[in-house]
Nanobody
């Protein structure tokens, strides 16, 4: 059974940093893309960042470009999201996901498996 577990969320002041992790189990994901999405209160689940199967290519939402960095360690079946210069508008539940294919995917329909989410709260 495939399982994705996010960790690293929490409460941080504006301007601070957090590092999210997503560990996958149940199969190897080294041949597929992975991504992060977030869902704020009363909002839809939006794309944040994605990384291709090898980690050689990444894609970011405009709202986080230059502040967030996505990476992966295929040997550990783990993906990361380093979040710097956090803003109150980054407050959301962050979800990791495993793609249907190997290349960057920015839409929810391109992902097959989802984690349960981790809360990130940025205070002003």
């Amino acid at each position: 059974q495939v399982q994705l577990v996010e960790s690293g969320g929490g409460l941080v002041q504006a301007g601070g940093s957090l590092r999210l992790s997503c560990t996958a189990s149940g199969r190897t994901f080294s041949s597929v893309a992975m991504g992060w999405f977030r869902q704020g209160p009363g909002k839809e689940r939006d794309f944040v960042a994605s990384i291709n199967w090898s980690g050689s290519s990444t894609s970011y939402a405009d709202s986080v470009k230059g502040r967030f960095t996505i990476s992966r360690d295929n040997a550990k079946n783990t993906m990361y999201l380093q979040m710097n210069s956090l803003k109150p508008e980054d407050t959301a539940v962050y979800y990791c996901a495993v793609g249907l294919g190997g290349w960057n995917i920015r839409t929810r329909t391109g992902y097959a498996y989802w984690g349960q989410g981790t809360q990130v709260t940025v205070s002003s």
